[in-house]
């Protein structure tokens, strides 16, 4: 649910990386901050667990223009991957405006990807919100490593709705500003619709 700050005249609006541990989504996070002018971004702020950290940041990107007069701040947050950790993912996803769930590409994450994206959903559930009706954008990430799954087989077990799906190395940042653009423009998208 976007938040509008009136007196600053910003629509916030909060994009969750989601997935399994130790998929790229801190990757992801850390490259687009590391990349991202220092006058359009706050401060990294990185919550950490014993095994996981949560990382959290905003930015406003100029370049999108604005939506009756308002300009748009994206609030970028990763989940940690661990089941252990059920409760701070579910807290997380409060308010979420849009998700990208960032598959592990490796033949041996399969279940693991399974598991998350089951996962993804139920949290989802649980709060009132349906996976179908977000903006919702896949990254296969982890394309470089020798051991990784078809595209075809990631896409019929992962992405049976076909939505936009970007391969990514997180690590180079291939992939990592298609897959944000992307997962931006369809919340863009929901907020002109006035929802």
Avoid: W
């Amino acid at each position: 649910m976007s938040f509008i700050n009136y007196s600053s005249r910003e629509i916030n609006c909060k994009i969750v990386y989601y997935g399994p541990g130790l998929c790229g989504k801190t990757t992801n996070l850390q490259y687009i901050y590391a990349r991202t002018n220092p006058e359009a971004k706050g401060k990294m702020i990185s919550l950490a667990t014993e095994t996981e950290r949560t990382l959290f940041f905003d930015f406003l990107p100029l370049s999108l223009g604005e939506i009756r007069g308002f300009k748009t701040r994206f609030h970028l947050y990763t989940v940690p991957g661990q089941v252990f950790y059920d409760a701070s993912r579910k807290l997380i996803l409060k308010g979420v405006d849009g998700v990208v769930f960032v598959a592990d590409s490796q033949i041996e994450r399969t279940e693991a990807n399974i598991e998350s994206l089951d996962n993804l959903e139920h949290n989802l559930y649980e709060q009132g919100y349906e996976l179908v009706k977000l903006p919702f954008v896949m990254q296969y990430n982890k394309r470089d490593l020798p051991n990784v799954a078809p595209i075809e087989e990631l896409r019929d077990l992962l992405n049976p709705r076909n939505v936009p799906e970007f391969e990514a190395v997180a690590t180079t940042g291939f992939g990592v500003f298609d897959t944000l653009k992307a997962v931006a423009k369809l919340v863009l998208t929901e907020l002109k619709r006035g929802r």
